[in-house]
């Protein structure tokens, strides 16, 4: 079967026909879907009713698996999911929706920001790959942005003032804009800011991207408030409408993005019903700032 890409959005986003990851890819498969990414930035595989070792095989044909350490405040004694997935859905051990005001489902609440996977780490991810395993009644679509686009529509001023400048990133930002700010001092210690350029750059088609994530919440050289003021104006800028797709899940839909020229959202949903989600992450190469590539 060859495969085809069908684009959903004017800017990105296309459904991919012609494969079944149940399978191992051929090598001609892998290079067409890497393609496909970087031109789409973001793919929807539907009907793959996978387990969740053959979502990490498919995941490990775009490179080795990000370590999941150091990205949330869960116990490692309270993982429900023991197959390297990451487990992005509400539930604990048990099976069951995590109470309202526990702590690691309130801590999970930060991908209701806008986000880019793992920028809160000194080499980010470089792609995600989301497998829909229950689809929550209510709410839970999940959006995305086109970051390419985005920095293409910026003013020649705006590109030039932001062309070199450096964020610090870290999940106690992006948390702590929600209220939640208390951290025991190892996860201070994990969550220790990262630095990662503003604007970056393709590695396979040169095109050049806003680098934003709810994570980022300051700038080198700027005070707090300047520098949150212009990271709130760009992300404004780059989530109107016109360069977001919004995906509705149904179930055995699997959604793959490239977080370095996307960015996405959960929306809020029924945190009574379950929403199982699960995903393989797929870590980066090389760090955006050269002196940070030592973790
Ligand atoms: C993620 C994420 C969004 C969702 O898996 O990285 O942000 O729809 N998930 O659960
Ligand atoms: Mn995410």
Same mark, same amino acid.
């Given at each position: 079967m060859t495969i085809t890409?069908?684009? %959903?959005?004017?800017?990105?986003? $296309?459904? /991919?026909? $012609? /494969?079944? %990851?149940?399978?191992? %890819?051929?090598?001609?498969? &892998?290079?067409?879907?890497?393609? $496909?990414?970087?031109?789409? &930035? /973001? %793919?929807l595989f539907r009907n793959q009713d996978i387990t969740d070792e053959q979502q990490m095989a498919f995941a490990l044909n775009f490179g080795d698996r990000e370590n999941p350490r150091g990205g949330n405040v869960t116990k490692q004694e309270d993982y429900r999911l023991t197959s390297g997935l990451n487990d992005v859905s509400n539930l604990g051990k048990d099976g069951k929706p995590l109470p309202r005001d526990h702590r690691a489902h309130l801590f999970n609440l930060g991908n209701c920001l806008w986000h880019s996977d793992s920028s809160f780490r000194p080499i980010p991810a470089k792609f995600s790959l989301l497998s829909a395993r229950l689809v929550n009644p209510k709410g839970g679509n999940t959006e995305f942005a086109d970051m390419r686009a985005a920095y293409d529509a910026l003013d020649d001023d705006t590109k030039a003032e932001i062309e070199d400048l450096i964020c610090e990133h870290s999940l106690m930002y992006s948390r702590g804009s929600l209220g939640f700010v208390d951290y025991t001092e190892e996860e201070k210690q994990m969550f220790k800011p990262v630095l990662q350029r503003l604007v970056r750059t393709h590695p396979a088609h040169g095109r050049k991207s806003l680098y934003l994530s709810s994570h980022a919440g300051a700038i080198l050289g700027m005070t707090v408030p300047e520098a949150r003021l212009l990271l709130r104006d760009l992300t404004e800028h780059a989530t109107q409408p016109e360069f977001v797709y919004v995906h509705k899940w149904t179930l055995h839909d699997l959604v793959m993005w490239d977080n370095r020229q996307t960015m996405h959202r959960v929306r809020r949903y029924d945190q009574s019903q379950p929403r199982d989600m699960r995903r393989a992450t797929v870590a980066g190469t090389e760090p955006t700032v050269a002196q940070q590539a030592a973790e």
């Open positions: 890409i069908r684009q %959903l959005h004017p800017h990105f986003f $296309g459904e /991919v026909s $012609g /494969v079944d %990851l149940r399978k191992p %890819l051929t090598p001609q498969e &892998a290079r067409d879907i890497e393609a $496909g990414m970087d031109k789409y &930035a /973001v %793919l």
